[in-house]
DNA sequence: TTGTTCCAGCTTTTT
DNA sequence: GCTGGAACAA
């Protein structure tokens, strides 16, 4: 038994929690400090010394990246596969829990996965048959009170009526939208965990043997748990203390969405003998970078307390642009990263970081005008787009009739003459009757109350599920999804639109006749449970790789929430200023602020070498122009860490502008960051910065031969190329 | 049924 | 100031 393999890469620490015996375990870790390589080596550990057999281990990620690569490390380091092991998401557990035992949770068999736009759409539709105005009842708060009680654990069953008017309503529409639910067969991601978790609470022989079952639990990301994750993972350690969890109180940023960073302290509570585990040691970036970090960090209250630190040497310093307006800032942000890629440097190893979204736009059109390829994150992902959504609904439709979203969403897709008003008979029978759509439908069909041409086309639909039902009855998953693809009329409808638009969406239906070829359902067939349900609940559960990894080398641009977890060498923080980041709805709560200043350490600790903070002192925001102050996050970090740069020769001031001394333009009007010149001595090179005015103006001059040399204009008579 | 116009809204996101 | 969705007209 090679014990070895596990235990060298390890330091002292890590070494610690990975040999620990089976208790209660807190794993502090910091970023960059081998998170997941404890997880990973504990597991490994466990079964290779400890002798655990791999189906006694449970593993908790919060994402299908995160389950998918720890399983790839674990089978990596042990040398084989790791089938039997549970790893999986918190949502994709809990699936498998409820579909293994569907009767105890009171579910159907077929019951169907509801990703969150098919939610808002089934409150959509739920408000327009209880007739309540949308404007007054937007959809989207409606959906975010119904998933904040389940985050609690709260049913409409367990909520008193209140005096208040809109918390009455809110609750009946919660009453109502659970009762939908019910009779359609559909669960979404909140009831997931909590019927998961009721389950466990309520059927006693279950949690035993689940509780027999795992000898080990461990969580990663702890500090993400909300409070219904964590009364799940209660009930399945009870009493035994082998919940392993790993986290980073100091990384936590999804408050917003319910998660709950009490619950590392409550784990303390709870687990009373606990040990805890703290990873300071950082792998990823230089002392210079940690200790900006650690500064910004400090100015948090409440913290468990932890202190980054490496012995990789200081590196340089994080330079802060101030840009004149965002134009400026991306200008400068792309030429420094064309600067990079000059010197050898990948694009793929260089972020640029943004708060919100709709910053990316400015970099987007930047790097789109200079040809430098880049890759954004976020956005459509694949099983959310329209058409496949659609292809889904009829594939759901043949597995559950009673599906309502799905029959919504497909009954006139393609259109095929179904009409408001027929849809709104059928909507007000199966209101009344307490019926699904489909059942709904027959009984109107049968009352005979509307046009031959309305009836024919009603009957039409019906009779094409009930034909798609039959003749892929016998079919296997992929023939399956290729016929109804074929036959639900989709493919004649998209080719029909213009541009390529529809071309692509005729490709995206070929692509998903291709997943389900390829789709491996071996790994869960001991659920007993059809390919076709299997397919649809992956659909619903892992929203694809929303980035097919494009093989052009790229600038890597995302959001600070989607950068937790990656590093990169070069790193841009943009944007850094009061009202943008921190967000202006945070500044006026104190717990609200300190996420985003967690979000800005998160944002710091990507950085490996070099980091770059920018901001603009006006910015075109709403379609105003504003000035903002720079951000407070700034003035926290020590002088003695940060190097101001200038690039204002460069600057495109506007027209109103004063007017710019003459001989300081003179100096510098020929030479922009990037423009190729020639040096006497030196050979040709290109202009990495530009710095100070008049006869102190210096540059930075990246040489072909030479290097990289800092040059007085004044006297270095340079050539512009 | 389709194209147009109008209007609200506007952090962060995974499952 | 732009975008996406809904209402509206033809």
Redesign the pocket.
Same mark, same amino acid.
């Given at each position: 038994m090679d014990i070895t393999k596990i235990l060298d890469p390890l330091n002292d620490a890590q070494r610690l929690a990975v040999t620990a015996p089976s208790q209660a375990m807190l794993v502090l870790a910091g970023a960059g400090s081998g998170k997941t390589r404890v997880l990973v080596h504990r597991i490994a550990w466990q079964i290779q010394v400890e002798g655990l057999p791999a189906h006694s281990i449970l593993a908790v990620t919060? @994402?299908? =990246?995160a389950a998918k690569e720890m399983r790839g490390r674990i089978e990596n380091l042990l040398n084989l596969p790791a089938q039997a092991l549970w790893i999986g @998401?918190f !949502? #994709?557990i809990a699936h498998r829990l409820l579909r293994r035992h569907a009767k105890e949770a009171k579910l159907p068999e077929t019951f169907q996965v509801m990703?969150?736009g098919d939610q808002l759409r089934v409150i =959509?539709r739920l408000l327009n048959t209880l007739n309540m105005d949308d404007?007054r009842w937007?959809p989207r708060e409606v959906q975010w009170y119904i998933n904040a009680q389940k985050d609690e654990g709260i049913r409409a069953k367990h909520m008193v009526e209140t005096a208040d008017i809109h918390q009455r309503q809110m609750l009946r529409i919660y009453r109502s939208y659970e009762e939908l639910c019910e009779r359609s067969g559909l669960v979404d991601?909140a009831e997931l965990l909590l019927r998961a978790h009721e389950l466990l609470r309520d059927k006693t022989d279950v949690l035993d043997f689940y509780q027999r079952r795992f000898r080990q639990v461990h969580v990663d990301e702890f500090q993400d748990t909300n409070t219904i994750q964590y009364a799940w993972l209660r009930l399945l350690t009870e009493g035994r203390d082998n919940l392993f969890v790993v986290g980073d109180d100091d990384q936590s940023i999804y408050g917003? %969405?319910g998660a709950k960073i009490e619950n590392i302290y409550n784990f303390q509570k709870h687990y009373q003998n606990h040990q805890v585990i703290k990873l300071e040691q950082n792998y990823r970036s230089t002392g210079t970078i940690l200790k900006a970090a650690n500064n910004i960090i400090a100015n948090n209250a409440g913290r468990m307390g932890k202190e980054l630190w490496t012995d990789a040497g200081e590196g340089d310093k994080i330079s802060l642009y101030a840009a004149f307006n965002e134009q400026d800032e991306a200008y400068f942000v792309v030429e420094r990263i064309r600067a990079w890629v000059n010197e050898g440097g990948l694009r793929s190893d260089a972020a640029i970081l943004y708060? *919100?979204?709709?910053q990316s736009r400015q970099f987007e059109e930047k790097l789109m005008a200079t040809g430098v390829p880049y890759r954004v994150y976020?956005g459509l992902r694949f099983f959310d787009r329209a058409e496949i959504k659609n292809a889904l609904a009829f594939l759901r439709l043949l597995s559950n009739r009673d599906d309502d979203a799905s029959f919504e969403r497909v009954i006139n897709t393609p @259109?095929r #003459?179904i #009409?408001a008003k027929t849809l709104d008979d059928i909507r007000c029978i199966a209101r009344d009757q307490g019926l699904s759509l489909w059942a709904a439908a027959i009984v109107l069909i049968n009352q005979r109350s509307m046009t031959a041409r309305a009836t024919n086309a009603l009957i039409g639909f019906l009779e094409l599920i009930k034909q798609l039902a039959k003749q892929t009855e016998e079919l296997g998953l992929y023939e399956k999804v290729k016929l109804v693809v074929e036959k639900s009329g989709l493919v004649e409808l998209y080719q029909k639109e213009k541009m390529d638009k529809g071309e692509e969406k005729v490709e995206n239906l070929e692509e998903l006749v291709n997943a389900a070829r390829l789709f491996n359902f071996d790994q869960d067939t001991q659920e007993n449970l059809g390919e076709l349900d299997m397919f649809l609940a992956h659909a619903a559960?892992e &929203?694809g790789d929303n980035q097919a990894d494009d093989y052009e080398d790229s600038v890597q641009l995302m @959001?600070l !929430? *989607?950068a937790k977890g990656l590093e990169f060498k070069l790193v841009f923080l943009s944007g850094m200023e009061e009202g943008l980041f921190p &967000?202006q709805?945070?500044v006026d709560d104190v717990s %609200?602020l300190e996420e985003?200043r967690r979000l800005c350490y998160v944002g710091m600790t990507r950085a490996m070498r070099q980091l770059y903070l920018t901001y603009a002192e006006s910015r075109?925001l709403? #379609?105003r122009e504003s000035y903002p102050r720079p951000s407070r996050f700034l003035r926290e970090i020590p002088g003695e860490y940060i190097q101001e740069v200038r690039m204002r020769a460069t600057v495109s001031h506007p027209v109103t502008a004063v007017q710019p001394k003459a001989s300081s333009l003179q100096a510098t009007g020929s030479y922009k960051l990037g423009q190729r010149v020639s040096h006497a001595k030196f050979g040709e090179g290109v202009i990495l910065q530009l710095e100070g005015s008049g006869a102190q103006e210096r540059v930075q001059v990246n040489f072909k031969q030479a290097g990289v040399k800092w040059l007085m204009l004044a006297y270095a008579k340079l050539e512009v190329l």
């Amino acid at each position: 038994m090679d014990i070895t393999k596990i235990l060298d890469p390890l330091n002292d620490a890590q070494r610690l929690a990975v040999t620990a015996p089976s208790q209660a375990m807190l794993v502090l870790a910091g970023a960059g400090s081998g998170k997941t390589r404890v997880l990973v080596h504990r597991i490994a550990w466990q079964i290779q010394v400890e002798g655990l057999p791999a189906h006694s281990i449970l593993a908790v990620t919060f @994402t299908n =990246k995160a389950a998918k690569e720890m399983r790839g490390r674990i089978e990596n380091l042990l040398n084989l596969p790791a089938q039997a092991l549970w790893i999986g @998401t918190f !949502h #994709g557990i809990a699936h498998r829990l409820l579909r293994r035992h569907a009767k105890e949770a009171k579910l159907p068999e077929t019951f169907q996965v509801m990703d969150s736009g098919d939610q808002l759409r089934v409150i =959509k539709r739920l408000l327009n048959t209880l007739n309540m105005d949308d404007s007054r009842w937007p959809p989207r708060e409606v959906q975010w009170y119904i998933n904040a009680q389940k985050d609690e654990g709260i049913r409409a069953k367990h909520m008193v009526e209140t005096a208040d008017i809109h918390q009455r309503q809110m609750l009946r529409i919660y009453r109502s939208y659970e009762e939908l639910c019910e009779r359609s067969g559909l669960v979404d991601f909140a009831e997931l965990l909590l019927r998961a978790h009721e389950l466990l609470r309520d059927k006693t022989d279950v949690l035993d043997f689940y509780q027999r079952r795992f000898r080990q639990v461990h969580v990663d990301e702890f500090q993400d748990t909300n409070t219904i994750q964590y009364a799940w993972l209660r009930l399945l350690t009870e009493g035994r203390d082998n919940l392993f969890v790993v986290g980073d109180d100091d990384q936590s940023i999804y408050g917003w %969405r319910g998660a709950k960073i009490e619950n590392i302290y409550n784990f303390q509570k709870h687990y009373q003998n606990h040990q805890v585990i703290k990873l300071e040691q950082n792998y990823r970036s230089t002392g210079t970078i940690l200790k900006a970090a650690n500064n910004i960090i400090a100015n948090n209250a409440g913290r468990m307390g932890k202190e980054l630190w490496t012995d990789a040497g200081e590196g340089d310093k994080i330079s802060l642009y101030a840009a004149f307006n965002e134009q400026d800032e991306a200008y400068f942000v792309v030429e420094r990263i064309r600067a990079w890629v000059n010197e050898g440097g990948l694009r793929s190893d260089a972020a640029i970081l943004y708060r *919100s979204n709709a910053q990316s736009r400015q970099f987007e059109e930047k790097l789109m005008a200079t040809g430098v390829p880049y890759r954004v994150y976020g956005g459509l992902r694949f099983f959310d787009r329209a058409e496949i959504k659609n292809a889904l609904a009829f594939l759901r439709l043949l597995s559950n009739r009673d599906d309502d979203a799905s029959f919504e969403r497909v009954i006139n897709t393609p @259109t095929r #003459g179904i #009409g408001a008003k027929t849809l709104d008979d059928i909507r007000c029978i199966a209101r009344d009757q307490g019926l699904s759509l489909w059942a709904a439908a027959i009984v109107l069909i049968n009352q005979r109350s509307m046009t031959a041409r309305a009836t024919n086309a009603l009957i039409g639909f019906l009779e094409l599920i009930k034909q798609l039902a039959k003749q892929t009855e016998e079919l296997g998953l992929y023939e399956k999804v290729k016929l109804v693809v074929e036959k639900s009329g989709l493919v004649e409808l998209y080719q029909k639109e213009k541009m390529d638009k529809g071309e692509e969406k005729v490709e995206n239906l070929e692509e998903l006749v291709n997943a389900a070829r390829l789709f491996n359902f071996d790994q869960d067939t001991q659920e007993n449970l059809g390919e076709l349900d299997m397919f649809l609940a992956h659909a619903a559960l892992e &929203s694809g790789d929303n980035q097919a990894d494009d093989y052009e080398d790229s600038v890597q641009l995302m @959001t600070l !929430h *989607s950068a937790k977890g990656l590093e990169f060498k070069l790193v841009f923080l943009s944007g850094m200023e009061e009202g943008l980041f921190p &967000s202006q709805q945070s500044v006026d709560d104190v717990s %609200r602020l300190e996420e985003e200043r967690r979000l800005c350490y998160v944002g710091m600790t990507r950085a490996m070498r070099q980091l770059y903070l920018t901001y603009a002192e006006s910015r075109r925001l709403y #379609g105003r122009e504003s000035y903002p102050r720079p951000s407070r996050f700034l003035r926290e970090i020590p002088g003695e860490y940060i190097q101001e740069v200038r690039m204002r020769a460069t600057v495109s001031h506007p027209v109103t502008a004063v007017q710019p001394k003459a001989s300081s333009l003179q100096a510098t009007g020929s030479y922009k960051l990037g423009q190729r010149v020639s040096h006497a001595k030196f050979g040709e090179g290109v202009i990495l910065q530009l710095e100070g005015s008049g006869a102190q103006e210096r540059v930075q001059v990246n040489f072909k031969q030479a290097g990289v040399k800092w040059l007085m204009l004044a006297y270095a008579k340079l050539e512009v190329l």
